[in-house]
């Protein structure tokens, strides 16, 4: 089993920008699918990006679309989310998670990922 940790986030003003990381250990992380999630206050826990394994083949939730990149370095074993054009409806808990399916595309429902991390707070003030 992959281990995961996040790291990144932080206070940001609207408009500004911020870049997650995700360090894995304890398994080839190159072998696993990649995603990331958010959590807001009273709601549930929604998708925000995902990476397949082995290409730069990436989705995300239109809420996001065209401001976040998820990104991923395999020799760093290490998985990144640029946020940029930040608004205040972003601020959640931010996870990331890692799935040992090889699937051709990216995965969006939680319930496919294997392991968690423990999650990294994103604050965007109006």
């Known amino acids: 089993q992959v281990q995961l940790v996040e790291s990144g986030g932080g206070l940001v003003q609207a408009g500004g920008s911020l870049r997650l990381s995700c360090a894995a250990s304890?398994?080839?992380?190159?072998?696993?699918?990649m995603g990331w999630f958010r959590q807001a206050p009273g709601k549930e826990r929604e998708f925000v990006a995902a990476?397949?394994?082995?290409?730069?083949?990436?989705s995300y939730a239109d809420s996001v679309k065209g401001r976040f990149t998820i990104t991923r370095d395999n020799a760093k074993n290490t998985g990144y989310l640029q946020m940029n054009s930040l608004k205040p409806e972003d601020t959640a808990v931010y996870y990331c998670?890692?799935?040992?399916?090889?699937?051709?595309?990216?995965?969006?429902?939680?319930?496919?990922?294997?392991?968690w991390g423990q999650g990294t707070q994103v604050t965007v003030s109006s």
């Open positions: 998670a890692a799935a040992s399916r090889r699937s051709g595309v990216p995965l969006k429902n939680d319930g496919q990922y294997d392991a």
């Open positions: 304890g398994r080839t992380f190159s072998s696993y699918a």
């Open positions: 990476i397949i394994w082995n290409l730069p083949i990436t």
